[in-house]
């Protein structure tokens, strides 16, 4: 996709802050008529700047209060540990976020549990077991102040 117009960018931005917004609605705040709005966002999502559209939830209303971060290390770096463990992480809906880093640990996840007794029972029983990881050091954060969805347009 080329370059994203201005308008685009509007679009985008109030589709971050209100994905169910209506057509007739969004098309008002970025001053388009409906037409050429529903135009634009359907050639925002063929192209893929629009992935999905999903609901946010409330961790803590889900029993999902805890929020903490693991720093893995892998015996080896090679294709198949860090696949295999990727592929592992993928099946564990407790983990949020995987991400394979340049640094330090091997990756970082972000996992969600009910509290700490289930996230300790989580790294023992899944975590730790999993082929191929040497070490699990878990960060627990103490305040959230920040936490987006949304991207700097």
Same mark, same amino acid.
């Given at each position: 996709?080329?370059?994203?117009?201005?308008?685009?960018?509007?679009?985008?931005?109030?589709?971050?802050?209100?994905?169910?917004?209506?057509?007739?609605?969004?098309?008002?705040?970025?001053?388009?008529?409906?037409?050429?709005? /529903? =135009?634009? #966002?359907?050639?925002?999502?063929? +192209?893929?700047?629009?992935?999905?559209?999903?609901? &946010?939830?409330?961790?803590?209303?889900?029993?999902?209060?805890?929020?903490?971060?693991?720093?893995?290390?892998?015996?080896?770096?090679?294709?198949?540990?860090?696949?295999?463990?990727?592929?592992?992480?993928?099946?564990?809906?407790?983990?949020?976020?995987?991400?394979?880093?340049?640094?330090?640990?091997?990756?970082? /996840? =972000?996992? #969600?549990?009910?509290?700490?007794? +289930?996230?300790?029972?989580?790294?023992?029983?899944? &975590?730790?077991?999993?082929?191929?990881?040497?070490?699990?050091?878990?960060?627990?954060?103490?305040?959230?102040?920040?936490?987006?969805?949304?991207?700097?347009?």
């Amino acid at each position: 996709m080329k370059e994203l117009e201005a308008i685009d960018r509007r679009i985008l931005r109030v589709l971050q802050e209100n994905g169910r917004i209506q057509n007739v609605e969004l098309a008002e705040k970025v001053g388009l008529s409906p037409s050429p709005c /529903l =135009r634009r #966002v359907k050639m925002l999502e063929e +192209a893929g700047v629009i992935e999905r559209y999903v609901a &946010l939830l409330n961790p803590a209303k889900i029993g999902m209060g805890l929020t903490v971060f693991a720093r893995i290390w892998l015996t080896g770096q090679d294709a198949e540990t860090v696949e295999h463990f990727t592929e592992e992480v993928k099946r564990l809906p407790q983990i949020v976020e995987c991400h394979l880093m340049a640094g330090d640990c091997d990756f970082l /996840l =972000r996992v #969600v549990a009910a509290d700490l007794d +289930a996230y300790r029972k989580f790294q023992l029983d899944h &975590l730790t077991r999993i082929r191929g990881v040497q070490s699990v050091k878990t960060e627990i954060p103490m305040q959230k102040i920040k936490l987006t969805s949304e991207h700097p347009l």
